[in-house]
């Protein structure tokens, strides 16, 4: 067996590390799961079955997405970013191991941490206080397997944006523009099935949809057999040319190298 | 390129070089020229098994930029540079299973985890079979006192003890070559006397071959039996310490006690840099003569004590940086 399923392990066990912040965080993710769920509830009182959702689907999205923004990291940042700056990142290329992989495998276990401590709080409360909507045994499973694509995609997109710092000074810019993206076109601020027109139509084919909304929909059910095939192969499709991408920047940076820092 | 009837060398440089391709801007406005930065600037030498070598050269000279290229992290933008028989930018991954290095500013160990997890980690990193690494993890948890804070998170340990858990991690899968890049910095007396004393002892019992960059001079003396020394991207010495006063020419310090405090005391040639009370420190040239000057001091004053000493390595080293004195490369 590689190393990087041991990568995988100590980060999990490095991300539950501090279980009183993750507490904090959870319990803020849940306090904002409810002030959303009172825009949403407003939003489809107003407009009924709006794209497709009842309330309750609206309710459950919105706490579901709530739980998710730690596994998706949906606010984007890596570790990765500040060990390029700091000139730490020579200890990663140094390693006999790939430094895509090694991060990959980090982000997996990060993940995971993350889901078991931040993504139970907000789905109790939610479900204690709304009309929830609960996916049954292989709607679980495959909310799973999307939850897994969703969070490739969301490293591909963050490697990429840790990587960049190669090559510019400072990419507060760069983060400010993914953060806003990344916020609306993820279904995060409103559900992308509730965007019209042409926009709607584009909001879901970028890669941020694979990250909260399609995941969600597999959750809310609304996929099934071959919709469900295509909204996983979407999400692959993503994260397969999101890595691919990462591959070769990793390529060109290790070319260009000036490591900061001496 | 092995010499014949000898084993083939650790790391062989020849003529490498290392330039950098910045971009700035040109004036006001958004046009941006190219400059050109010469980090290492055609350096060669050879360094054979079992030798500890220390690289030195004032911040800014090259010496992280050659680490670099001798761990396959940056490739050279020229030359031709061999460590272990391999070409380390081509080959790097099966290069680092055979080299450890630790860079002094930088932790290779997990921050939230205790250290024996990055041990473990490390371990599977580098594919060291369980005996192997239940073996080498037990002699260097002895000879750097690791035990105490074996289970303790990385965040929580001391500088000292951090490096200890550095040099542990570089050295669990038996590296034939060692290289450390600034590992006794801003360590306390104790801990560099132990990372110091274990470097020794790594070098002579297992003939361990170490190349180390430093500013602490008493690493350097202590523990290097060869100096190698760039500036400016070249290389300008390659030999022993006590080559290195000669060949840089340095002053001596005679330090002389009077019978009783006086005004500083005049000799041909030589020139009082301190006074402090009855004691006296004169400047020697390199080519004075001792003897004469001491016996001429006696001559004329009453010398209740005296004392030569050689210019120490800082002194040395300081006046290289600077450039205060005339050396001419020396072949190795």
Redesign the interface.
């Known amino acids: 067996?590689?190393?990087f399923p041991?990568?995988t392990w100590?980060a999990f066990?490095?991300h539950t590390?501090?279980p009183l912040g993750s507490a904090a965080e959870a319990l803020t993710n849940t306090v904002f799961g409810f002030i959303r769920a009172s825009v949403l509830i407003g939003l489809w009182r107003a407009r009924p079955h709006l794209g497709g959702y009842d309330q309750a689907d609206a309710v459950t999205f919105c706490f579901l997405t709530q739980a998710l923004i730690g596994p998706v990291q949906i606010f984007g940042g890596m570790e990765l970013t500040q060990r390029i700056r700091s000139?730490?990142v020579?200890?990663d290329?140094?390693?006999?191991?790939g430094l895509q992989g090694w991060w990959l495998a980090d982000d997996l276990g990060r993940a995971a941490g993350s889901l078991a401590l931040r993504g139970g709080p907000p789905m109790v409360a939610g479900a204690l206080v709304f009309p929830f909507h609960w996916p049954g045994p292989g709607g679980l499973a495959a909310f799973a397997a999307a939850l897994a694509l969703g969070v490739l995609v969301s490293f591909g997109l963050r490697y990429l944006m840790a990587l960049a710092v190669f090559w510019l000074h400072d990419d507060r810019g760069l983060n400010a523009v993914a953060l806003v993206m990344s916020l609306f076109f993820s279904g995060m601020i409103v559900p992308l099935v509730a965007f019209p027109g042409t926009l709607g139509t584009v909001a879901r084919a970028l890669p941020w949809a694979a990250q909260i909304q399609v995941p969600a929909d597999v959750f809310l059910g609304k996929h099934s057999g071959a919709g469900l095939a295509g909204a996983l192969a979407f999400q692959a499709m993503w994260a397969a040319a999101l890595i691919g991408a990462g591959h070769l920047l990793t390529r060109a940076a290790r070319?260009r190298?000036?490591?900061h820092g001496? | 390129m092995g010499r014949s009837g000898t084993p083939p060398a650790m790391i062989e440089a020849v003529d490498v070089a290392k330039s950098f391709t910045l971009r700035r801007r040109a004036g006001r406005g958004p046009r941006r020229v190219r400059t050109t930065l010469s980090a290492v600037d055609g350096v060669s030498f050879t360094v054979g098994r079992g030798e500890f070598v220390g690289y030195l050269g004032p911040n800014g000279a090259g010496k992280s930029t050659t680490i670099k290229m001798l761990t396959g992290i940056l490739t050279p933008s020229s030359g031709t540079l061999r460590v272990c028989g391999m070409d380390p930018s081509r080959e790097r991954t099966a290069l680092a299973r055979r080299i450890g290095v630790v860079f002094g500013q930088r932790t290779t160990l997990w921050w939230d985890l205790p250290l024996r997890d990055s041990l473990t980690l490390i371990r599977r990193l580098y594919r060291v079979e369980a005996s192997a690494h239940r073996r080498r993890l037990a002699e260097l948890t002895a000879l750097l006192e690791l035990e105490p804070f074996l289970d303790t998170p990385v965040r929580q340990l001391s500088l000292g003890q951090r490096m200890r858990g550095d040099l542990a991690a570089a050295l669990l899968h038996g590296p034939e070559l060692l290289v450390l890049d600034e590992p006794t910095i801003g360590l306390d007396v104790v801990s560099k006397a132990t990372v110091r004393g274990f470097l020794e002892r790594l070098n002579a019992e297992r003939g361990t071959t170490i190349l180390l960059t430093t500013h602490d001079l008493g690493d350097i003396e202590r523990l290097c039996r060869r100096v190698l020394i760039v500036d400016h991207g070249r290389l300008a010495f390659d030999g022993d310490l006590a080559r290195l006063r000669q060949a840089v020419a340095a002053d001596r310090m005679l330090v002389v006690e009077l019978a009783r405090p006086g005004p500083p005391v005049e000799l041909d040639g030589i020139e009082v840099v301190r006074t402090e009370g009855p004691r006296q420190w004169l400047r020697l040239p390199r080519a004075a003569n001792a003897a004469a000057v001491v016996a001429g001091l006696a001559e004329r004053y009453e010398i209740s004590d005296i004392a030569l000493r050689e210019a120490d390595i800082e002194e040395v080293l300081a006046g290289l940086y600077r450039g205060d004195h005339a050396y001419t490369p020396t072949p190795p």
């Open positions: 067996m590689g190393v041991w990568v100590f066990r490095r590390a501090y000139g730490d020579a200890i290329l140094y390693r006999p191991a070319r190298l000036v490591i001496g």
